[in-house]
Structure formats: C-alpha cells, structure tokens
C-alpha cells in the first residue's frame, strides 16, 4: 500500500516545531529549512493553508529577528536583554549622558557645595609626564 498521495508527509509536526525553534533563535527561513531538511518553500507554502501555524511563523520571525539583534545598549533598552555585554553598554551609555552637560537630570538635583563658585562634577583630564607610580 501507498501513501495516498504521492509526496511523504516531510513537514511533521516535530519537523514545525523544530524548524519554528531556529527562526526563534534566528537563523534564516532559508538556513533553518535546510537544517530540518525541507525545501524553503514548504513552510511558506504549509503557512497559507495553516493559520496556526502562520501566526506561530510571525511571532517567530519576529523573535530571531531580535535574536540576531547584536547585543549593545539598544538590546538591553529595546529587547530587554540582560547579558553582561548589554548590561555594560547600557551603564557605559547612562554613565556618558551624565557627564554631557546639556543633559538634565529631571527633578533629581544633587546638593552641591554652594559656597564653591563653579564645583566641577568630576576630575578634568590633566596633563601627566608619565605614569604615575602607585603609593605604597
Ligand atoms: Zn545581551
């Protein structure tokens, strides 16, 4: 006995899942097709007839396309990323937008020394012969 149609049933449920699984962590439709061993096409086209799983594609797509975010500052403000690499940036980022002086801080006014004329908020670069030998 044959199948009744002539192609074997290629796009299984556990193919779906693993091929949705590599959009997720994103690889390419393209890439992640090849790796569970079906033509790109056949999830486009499983798609169009599958509601469900056109609707799990999109959300799919939507998260490798995060995924292949690299991780930085817009990573840990925009997707949440919480990984050293984007939490660095991000502190490295505020830290630098303190420092700009144009940039006001809202409400939140630190009591500075108001006998001083000008306080400078922190140490000015200055020029050094060399370096500076540390203290014993
Ligand atoms: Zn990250």
Do not use: W
């Not at 984007?86 to 980022?93: G, H, P």
């Not at 006014?109 to 020029?127: G, Q």
């Amino acid at each position: 006995m044959t199948r009744g149609r002539g192609r074997p049933a290629q796009f299984t449920t556990e193919v779906r899942e693993e091929f949705l699984r590599l959009v997720r962590r994103g690889d390419r439709l393209g890439v992640a097709a090849a790796t569970v061993g079906v033509s790109v096409n056949v999830p486009t086209r499983h798609a169009r007839k599958d509601p469900a799983f056109a609707a799990a594609l999109e959300t799919a797509r939507r998260k490798g396309k995060d995924a292949r975010t690299p991780h930085g500052e817009y990573r840990y403000n925009h997707l949440e990323c919480r990984c050293p690499i984007c939490t660095t940036a991000a502190t490295a980022a505020r830290t630098a937008r303190r420092h700009d002086s144009d940039y006001a801080v809202g409400g939140q006014v630190h009591n500075l020394d108001a006998s001083r004329e000008s306080p400078t908020p922190f140490s000015l670069p200055s020029p050094s012969p060399g370096p500076t030998p540390v203290a014993a």
